[in-house]
DNA sequence: CAGAAACTGAACACTGTGTCCGGAAACTGA
DNA sequence: TCAGTTTCCGGACACAGTGTTCAGTTTCTG
């Protein structure tokens, strides 16, 4: 691929990053990108069709990238392999990261809904039985509210077809139980 | 309050979401709202100062009469009981959430992060020891692959101090013994 | 070095936003 | 019912941002 092309793409993209962690992926315009870039506004749209498109070309690469680096541990006992290599990965590329999960996402409904989960979940949690505090409380939360939040969603993208009081019970079990809960008879 | 004012602003929140489910949020315009709700634009600008404002009225609007039609089941014991409330409410107005969380947010960055792990997580669960097959498998893939973006959302948003061996640990804990994990010692 | 490809910058039409205002309509309380 | 208040209408306006086009320049590749 030509030199340019590829210093272009990467220089765009590293632009809408540095935007987004200043004042969020909505308020950032392409104009904007292209002054922090330094890049004709016609050289932009001469390799992303709009910000969007720039967003998603950003992330596959960087997700490329990830997966290349880290190749999937591929054994058959059930480890969740991938975890560590991803958060590695995040770590690696924080800003990156924030700029895709933090400001950007802060004013969707997901993410808002997810909030008002969280402290449902949180008053659960501290009730009794005790259960660990600080960082892994707050860990627990995070994870059951967003759990429930993405559970529901693939419900209702479903069509809602199950009855809520077997999602109820599917969902409990994997909270306090885990998958253990799930396994075959 | 004006019959007229609670008139109008039911009605465009109902717009919207009509306009939602059949095309997504972000291509909803202000002037299609006020045509389906066949309302002036510049009423609209009297009772909202944006297409954000409205849908976040809307939803406010509709989780307080959720609590309301629900209260909190406040026992001293850890149930969750602010699951089957919520599932039923959703279940009631599968319009609305669905325009919420559906193709409203397909598009963030969000969910398109939570799909890519999804694959990882199913991939992960079609590993021995076998587990329940049909929805619930589905339903257990939803929830970790939900619960890990929101977890490392979380950690991102706070610094990313904690080290990713910590996360992973507290991650698979969660997974695979759920709360058990975590109880005090 | 020649040909091809990419970059530039400025112009253009267009869509959508948010604000303002005078006049019509609808509601409220007496 | 009626007077006073509030809301609604609809059209106009300035403005910001989008996406496209194109002739001219620069930069890369073979």
Known sequence: MDRRVARTRATLQRALI????RKGYDAVTVEEICTEADIGRSTFYAHFTSKEDLKRSGLEDQLRGMVQGHPAASGSERDFGFVLPFLEHARDHVDLYRALVGKGGANTTLAMLTRIVSDMVREELAKSPPIAKGPAR???TAFI??????LVTRWLDDGARLPPERLDV??????VDGLAHLAEA
Chains 1, 2 share one sequence.
Do not use: T
Request: glycine share 16%; hydrophobic share 70%.
């Open 18 to 21: 540095a935007l987004m962690l």
């Open 145 to 150: 509210a967003g759990g429930f939040v993405s």
């Open 138 to 140: 707050d860990m627990a």
């Open 170 to 175: 599917v969902f409990r079990g994997l909270v």
